[in-house]
C-alpha cells in the first residue's frame, strides 16, 4: 500500500538491497530473544506486529503464543513481505503467520480486526515515519482495552565506542543527521513513554534491550558487523549531504574495523523499550 499522497512519504533509508536484508537478519538473530524476553508473552495472545519487516520477530512472537494464538504482520514493502514470506516457507512456518501489506499510519485492518489484538507491536519503525504519532495512536486503535502497546526504538545519541575509534563518533552523528533532513527523528526512543500518552494509552512500563559486546564475547564480530553495516547502508544519504566526503567515509569505516581487533574494545548500546495499555472505554 502507498502512503497516503496527503503527506510527504516515509523512506528508509538503508534500502532493501540483499546486503541489507542480510544485515536485518543477523540484527534478528541478535536481538529477538532479549526482545521476546521483555514482551512477556504468555500464550494465546492475538498479536499485531507493525512494520513486521523480514518476519523474523513476528514468527518468534507467534512461537510463543502457541496454537491458540494469532499473530498478524504489517508491511509496506513489497521486498521485506517476500523475504519474510520465504524465510517462514524455508523454515516450515508459512501458516504461523500472516502477512498483509500496508502503511503503519493507516492500518488495513477490517472493522472486525480494529480493537481486537491482546499485544500490538512495532521496533525500528518509529525512527523512519515523519510523523510517529500518527502510527502510535493506529496502534492504540487497534488495540482491545486493556491490551497492551509496545514501542521499541533507537535513540542514537546512546552509542558508546571504547576506546575510541577515529573518526567514529563524527560518521555517526552524520549518519543520524539524515534523519533531519528526511523529516524523522533519530532520538525517538526517547519520546516512546510520551508518545504513549499522547496517543491515548496508559504507560505502564518503560527499560532498556542492552545491543552491545565486547572483544572476546563470541558474538562481537556480528556487532561490529552490524554497526558498519548501518552506516555503510547510509552512504548514499550521508555523501549526498554533504557530511562526509568518500575517502574520509572510507577511512573511518576501515578504522573502525581495525579497532574491532583490539583485545580491549566495547560497544555500548541499548534499543529504547517502552509498554502502555489500552484504556478501558
Keep these: 500500500m502507498e502512503a497516503p499522497s496527503a503527506r510527504p512519504a516515509d523512506v528508509y533509508i538503508h534500502g532493501t538491497v540483499p546486503e541489507e536484508q542480510a544485515r536485518l537478519s543477523m540484527l534478528n538473530d541478535l536481538l529477538n530473544g532479549p526482545s521476546l524476553d521483555a514482551l512477556g508473552l504468555m500464550g494465546g495472545e492475538r498479536i499485531l506486529d507493525v512494520g513486521s519487516g523480514l518476519g523474523q520477530f513476528t514468527r518468534q512472537m507467534a512461537r510463543a503464543a502457541g496454537p491458540s494464538g494469532y499473530v498478524l ?16 516457507a524455508d523454515a516450515a512456518e508459512a501458516d504461523l503467520v500472516t502477512f498483509r501489506a500496508g502503511d503503519a499510519t493507516a492500518l488495513p485492518l477490517t472493522p472486525d480486526e480494529q480493537g481486537t489484538f491482546d499485544v500490538v507491536h512495532t521496533r525500528f519503525l518509529l525512527e523512519h515515519v515523519i510523523d510517529p504519532l500518527a502510527v502510535v495512536r493506529q496502534m492504540v486503535h487497534a488495540a482491545r482495552p486493556g491490551g497492551r502497546i509496545v514501542l521499541a526504538d533507537d ?18 552523528r552524520a549518519y543520524y543527521r539524515v534523519y533531519d533532513r528526511l523529516g524523522n527523528d533519530p532520538q525517538v526512543g526517547r519520546r516512546l513513554v510520551s508518545l504513549l500518552h499522547e496517543a491515548g494509552a496508559d504507560p505502564r ?69 517502552a509498554e502502555g495499555v489500552k484504556r478501558a472505554t
Design 73 to 88: 504482520g504489517i508491511e509496506r514493502d513489497a521486498a521485506q513481505r517476500e523475504q519474510a514470506t520465504q524465510l517462514a
Design 205 to 273: 512500563r518503560n527499560t532498556w534491550i542492552f545491543f552491545g559486546s565486547c572483544s572476546g564475547e563470541p558474538r562481537f564480530r556480528q556487532f561490529v558487523e552490524n554497526l558498519i553495516g548501518v552506516i555503510d547502508s547510509a552512504r548514499a544519504a550521508i555523501l549526498a549531504h554533504a557530511f562526509f566526503d568518500e575517502t574520509y567515509f572510507d577511512e573511518t569505516v576501515a578504522s573502525f574495523r581495525a579497532w574491532s581487533q583490539r583485545p580491549d574494545a566495547a560497544i555500548w548500546y541499548a534499543l529504547s523499550w
Design 155 to 172: 535513540d542514537h545519541e546512546v552509542l558508546r565506542v571504547w576506546p575510541e575509534p577515529p573518526g567514529l563518533y563524527d560518521l555517526w
